[in-house]
């Protein structure tokens, strides 16, 4: 999780989530290295139980140019589960809702398994993964993202707490079922809502 120190105020701006401070500025926080980008190996798959039985994959280029993955932009703050919230994060990239258009689910399917590079991972309700404002992000702040951030690719659910965040995002698991992912496994709450302080499977939010 994150273990820097707030430095600013907690008094600007709006309202945080329960037990949040706000952090000037923009902290990294990861788990292990930070990947090295190589194009010529890069894809982004979306498997599981698609409503075909099949997979799907694009390519660094692909994912670039495909007239088929349209572009927003969403604004959001980013809550991470240890306590801190940077804010005012201008994210751009392809809506997670238009992968859900391209790659149909099967009716089956509640969950969807965010899987990023050193095998992280991270579970999502589908209907949050469906929301308007969960985002596959290549560009921050009218940036290309750096690599501590998540280049060249990371998924931001901005309403749910930063661990639902993969960075160096390379897949989509569709799932039947839920499963727990990386933080999940040890003990975090599955759904993550911050405004909910859902930060521990048991605790806090009971
Ligand atoms: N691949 C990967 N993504 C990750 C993490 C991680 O350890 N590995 N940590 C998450 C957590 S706990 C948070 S709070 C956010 C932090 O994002 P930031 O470093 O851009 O502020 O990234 C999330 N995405
Ligand atoms: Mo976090």
Redesign the pocket.
Known sequence: ??DHRPTASDRDGGELPPGQRRVRG???????PV?TFRPDRWDLRVYGATADAGARAWSWPEFGSSPALPRVTVVAD?????G?T?TGHEWFGVPAAALLELVPPAASVTHVMAW???G?S?TLRLEDFAAATTVLATHHGGEVLTA???FPL??VVPHL?????????RAVEYLSEERRG??EERGYHPVGDPWRAQRYAHGEDA
């Open positions: 999780m994150c923009w902290p990294v926080s990861h788990y292990g990947p980013l809550h991470c589960a240890a801190v940077s990023a590079e050193y992280y991270a501590e951030h998540g990371r998924l707490y930063g661990y639902k965040s993969a960075k160096w995002l990386f933080w």
